[in-house]
C-alpha cells in the first residue's frame, strides 16, 4: 500500500486554491521521529507532504527513518528552498522529487503566490540534476488560470528528461477549501486532450499511462463519476501533521485513529478502519488525485500492472496515435454532461496581499468547518 504523510501545514507558500498557509500548525505539537518509528516497513510509496516539509529542521532525518520502511520515497516541495533538500539527493539518488509549478514565469508567482518562485524551481530543478538525482520532476495542477502553459511545461521537462505529474483543482478538508472550482470546465478539457495525446508519443512508458490518468481528470474537471472505484483507506493512507490517520485528505470524516495513541496495525485492521472503508466503498465524490488514482488504476491481483481494462486503453490509443490517427475522445468521454457549480468566485491571488495566519495548536479546532465537500 502507499503512504501520504504530511510533516507540517507550514508552508512559505501562498496558493489561491490551497489555503493550508492560512492555517499553520504550532511545529510543537507536529509529528516525530518516535512517532514514525511505528510506521511498518512494507510500503510500496511513501510521500513526504506538507505544507511544506522542507520547513521541517529534522528533514533529513526523517528520510533517514523512513527511505527503508518504503520501496519508493518521495518529497513533494514547492522547490523554494532545494538547498535542504540537495544533502538527501547526495544520500538518496533514488529518491524521488517533486516540485510544484502552476504555469510558466508569473503566471505561478500568481496562483502560488510566491514572488520569483518560478525562477527559484527552475534553478533549484538544474541543481538537482547536477546533484545526480534520477527521479526528478515537476507537479501542477489544472487551472483556468494556467491550461494554456500545461503542454509548454511538459515539453520542458521532456528536455530536460524530468517527469511531470499533473492533478486537477480538487476542494478538501486539508486544504480549507470547498470554493475550487472550473469556470470553464469543457474547454479545460479539450485543452487536456492535446497533453494526452502527447504524453502517448512519448517514448517513455510512464506517460502512457499518465496519459490514461489525464483522461480520468477529465471527467474528474466535467464533473463525472470516478473512471474505477476508490481505494483509499486500503490502498492509500493519510497522515496528518497531529499524527491523526484518514482514509484520504477530502472527507475529515473518514478518520481511522492516531498514531501517536495507536499502533499501526491496531488502526490499519481495526473496526473503525473497517467502518470507513464501507463509507469510501459508497463516496459520492468524483475525487482524481494522483495518489487515489494510481492506486485504483492498479491490477487486484498483481498490484505491480495497471488493470487490464488501463492496459488495453494505453496500448490501443498508443498504436493508434503512433500510426498517425487520432484518439477518439468523444468515445471515453460525454462532453454533453457537465456538471454545475453555485460557488463561482474567482481565487484571489496572494502574491502581494499580507494575510493573517492562524497557527493551530493540538488543543484548537484543526480544519474548517466546511458545508460541503463534493465537487460535481
Not at 486539508?174 to 502527447?198: C, G, M, S
Not at 500492472?305 to 488495453?312: A, D, F, I, K, N
Amino acid at each position: 500500500m502507499d503512504l501520504s504523510l504530511i510533516l507540517t501545514y507550514r508552508c512559505d507558500s501562498r496558493c489561491s486554491m490551497c489555503y493550508i498557509w492560512k492555517n499553520p500548525t504550532d511545529p510543537a505539537y507536529e509529528i516525530d521521529l518516535k512517532v514514525l518509528e511505528k510506521l511498518p516497513n512494507t510500503f510500496d510509496y511513501l510521500n513526504i507532504t506538507g505544507g511544506e516539509p522542507t520547513l521541517r529542521r529534522d528533514l533529513a532525518e526523517i528520510c533517514d527513518l523512513l527511505y527503508p520502511k518504503t520501496k519508493k520515497l518521495e518529497i513533494s516541495t514547492n522547490g523554494l528552498h532545494v538547498d535542504k533538500i540537495i544533502p538527501i539527493v547526495k544520500k538518496y539518488p533514488d529518491i524521488k522529487i517533486r516540485i510544484s509549478i502552476e504555469g510558466v514565469g508569473e503566471t505561478n508567482d500568481i496562483i502560488r503566490g510566491e514572488k520569483g518562485g518560478y525562477q527559484k524551481k527552475i534553478e533549484g530543478m538544474n541543481k538537482l540534476i547536477g546533484t545526480g538525482g534520477c527521479d526528478l520532476g515537476f507537479a501542477t495542477t489544472f487551472q483556468d488560470e494556467n491550461i494554456d502553459h500545461i503542454l509548454e511545461i511538459y515539453r520542458y521537462t521532456l528536455n530536460l528528461n524530468i517527469e511531470l505529474a499533473t492533478s486537477a483543482l480538487h476542494n478538501a478538508f486539508q486544504f480549507h477549501k470547498n470554493d475550487n472550482v472550473i469556470y470553464h470546465r469543457k474547454a479545460l478539457a479539450k485543452r487536456v486532450e492535446e497533453l494526452i495525446t502527447e504524453m502517448l508519443k512519448s517514448k517513455k512508458v510512464k506517460n502512457w499511462f499518465r496519459a490514461y490518468l489525464n483522461l480520468g481528470l477529465i471527467h474528474k474537471i466535467l464533473g463525472h463519476d470516478r473512471m474505477h472505484a476508490c481505494t483509499q483507506g486500503t490502498d492509500n493512507i493519510f497522515v496528518d501533521p497531529w499524527g491523526d490517520v484518514y482514509a484520504c485528505n477530502v472527507r475529515n470524516d473518514l478518520y481511522m485513529g492516531n498514531l501517536k495513541k495507536q499502533d499501526w496495525n491496531d488502526i490499519y485492521n481495526g473496526a473503525t478502519a473497517k467502518e470507513v472503508r464501507k463509507k469510501v466503498a459508497v463516496c459520492p465524490q468524483n475525487c482524481w488525485m494522483v495518489s487515489s488514482a494510481k492506486t485504483a488504476m492498479r491490477n487486484k491481483l498483481h498490484p505491480k500492472l495497471p488493470r487490464t481494462s488501463v492496459l488495453w486503453w494505453v496500448v490501443f490509443n498508443k498504436l493508434k496515435v503512433e500510426l498517425g490517427g487520432n484518439i477518439n475522445f468523444e468515445k471515453y468521454i460525454d462532453y454533453e454532461d457537465i456538471g454545475s457549480d453555485e460557488n463561482l468566485i474567482k481565487r484571489t491571488s496572494y502574491l502581494n496581499d499580507l494575510d493573517k495566519k492562524t497557527v493551530q495548536s493540538s488543543e484548537s479546532l484543526k480544519y474548517t468547518q466546511l458545508s460541503n465537500y463534493f465537487n460535481r
